[in-house]
């Protein structure tokens, strides 16, 4: 009996774990991106973070500002990326006996664990500039 139930969702472990497989690996390819952004970013608007440093902004005030950026584009892209989700996982639910229930609580860790991961990100990155010494940031070029 328990054979047959595991033969009959043998195609469906298959794709949960592909789909983890792919999950994780966009994970790791956005992580990339945005850490490749605020890279480009923070190298971009260095002589602009000396000058704010020269002018009195504290180092927490610059990444502020850096983040307050990259926690809207995340909000955005959650909002639209939820409904799409939601709907994908509803109709595949619909192919089983017993349909769970999607919770909220699923939508709102995945919101955590990236926001969290990018605004770790933007911090690291931020951090370096904002700590620099404002006079060597302005000499260059």
Known sequence: ???????????????????????????????????????????????????????GATVGEILRMFNKIYVRIVLACFVVAVPIAYCIVDRWLENFAYKAPVEIWIYLAALAIVLGTTVATVLIQTYRAATDNPARSLKKH
């Open 1 to 55: 009996m328990d054979e047959e139930i595991g033969n009959q969702y043998y195609k469906e472990q298959k794709l949960s774990n592909l789909l983890t497989l792919f999950s994780l690996l966009s994970i790791l390819i956005s992580i990339v991106g945005v850490f490749g952004l605020v890279l480009f970013e923070t190298q971009y608007r260095r002589k602009e973070i000396g000058i704010r440093k020269i002018h």
